[in-house]
């Protein structure tokens, strides 16, 4: 019996990973679901008992490795995330997969598979596997992701097409997304949450500076401190600010640091 647990704050991205878990020929039982970094550090504190965690990067309330940089997670984790760039970080975990939305049953099961391989070859000596990780390291080196130029708009009057270069910000707002252009121009997109989207865009172009927007490094005309913990960004006539959990990274970003 493989004990999971799943990390996961979205309902649809959760069901998806549970029937696919259904389809695996292993007995396998989903021990908990959690959907908060608050939940992940009180759970893994108890030091439970945990053969495999299925793990998405930004929660709820934050980013996942707030909870592996304070707890001692010792159980193996495969990261299921629409972010391609904490792949280092995942690998100085217990990362031992990586699987990019939206991925296929093949490739988590493939997953599953690559976890019974290092559990049925513990006896192994660890330089074999550390072999193994450093080869899938490698191959993500080697891979250019790539990244959509432009997004199809609906409109009244048919479909067009917003560059992506053109693209200054994007607002999430009760599950309606909107991305302004260079000419502070609204537009509606199809996509329904800013996760969505961020599938499809370079993040060393756009950064998530807080639960409902996205910002284009290209369009930042200037920042300053707003409070002691966030950062306003001018971006055209609007002023944006980021989020406290998410300042260091976007000063990161911003190469401040």
Do not use: C
């Amino acid at each position: 019996m493989i004990k999971v647990v799943i990390l996961e704050d979205e309902v649809p991205a959760r069901k998806k990973i549970k029937n696919f878990l259904d389809k695996i020929e292993d007995p396998i039982v989903i021990i908990k679901e959690i959907e908060t970094i608050s939940e992940g550090l009180i759970f893994f504190q108890t030091m439970p008992d945990v053969d495999l965690i299925l793990s998405d990067i930004e929660l709820r309330d934050g980013n996942v490795f707030e909870i592996y940089n304070q707890v001692n997670v010792t159980a193996p984790i495969i990261f299921i995330t629409a972010y391609d760039h904490f792949w280092m970080n995942a690998f100085e975990t217990n990362g031992i997969e990586y699987l990019l939305k939206p991925y296929s049953f093949s490739r988590f099961e493939k997953s599953l598979q690559k976890f019974n391989s290092l559990k049925s070859n513990l006896a192994t000596t660890d330089n074999d596997i550390f072999k193994k990780i450093d080869a899938y390291y490698q191959s993500k080196i080697d891979s250019q992701p790539t990244y959509k130029e432009y997004i199809p708009v609906k409109s009244a009057n048919g479909i067009y097409f917003l560059k992506i270069i053109d693209i200054a910000f994007i607002q999430s707002d009760y599950g309606v997304v909107f991305a302004f252009d260079s000419n502070n121009k609204k537009h509606l997109l199809n996509q329904a949450s800013l996760k969505e989207i961020q599938e499809i865009l370079n993040p060393d172009i756009f950064f998530k500076i807080n639960r409902s927007e996205l910002v284009s490094k290209n369009y930042i005309e200037k920042i300053n401190r707003y409070t002691k913990n966030t950062i306003a960004i001018y971006i055209k006539t609007h002023i944006l600010k980021t989020s406290q959990n998410n300042t260091a990274a976007f000063n990161a970003w911003m190469g401040l640091k």
